[in-house]
């Protein structure tokens, strides 16, 4: 069994900030990389923030120098700082984690169960 939990969502002004923690659980014997996508209305997700399990990062660019990822392999957990937040930002975030289950050592990849984010104009 593999479980993703996120927190830190909620409804913030333009200029505020956010934090989002996802923590991974279960039977893992590594992690790859690990990411963050988000779901506004009525659009497609699109992937916000990764970072490989040597710590490289990568970013939309809609979030460049305003979001910031990192991560914890002790607590196989991922961040998203999210700071100078603007209306467009508003959308259901999700965390993704891939790596290799104890069991068969198994490649996984799996998806949080969403959380909202709101940035009121």
């Known amino acids: 069994q593999l479980q993703l939990v996120e927190s830190g969502g909620g409804l913030v002004q333009a200029g505020g900030s956010l934090r989002l923690s996802c923590t991974a659980s279960?039977?893992?014997?590594?992690?790859?990389?690990m990411s963050w996508y988000r779901q506004a209305p009525g659009k497609e997700r699109e992937l916000v923030a990764t970072i490989t399990s040597a710590g490289s990062t990568n970013y939309a660019d809609s979030v460049k120098g305003r979001f910031a990822i990192s991560r914890d392999n002790a607590k196989n957990a991922v961040y998203l700082q999210m700071n100078s937040l603007k209306p467009e930002d508003t959308a259901v975030y999700y965390c993704?984690?891939?790596?290799?289950?104890?069991?068969?050592?198994?490649?996984?990849?799996?998806w949080g169960q969403g959380i909202q984010v709101t940035v009121s104009s």
């Open positions: 993704n984690v891939r790596g290799v289950m104890t069991i068969n050592r198994a490649d996984f990849g799996a």
């Open positions: 279960g039977s893992i014997f590594s992690i790859n990389a």
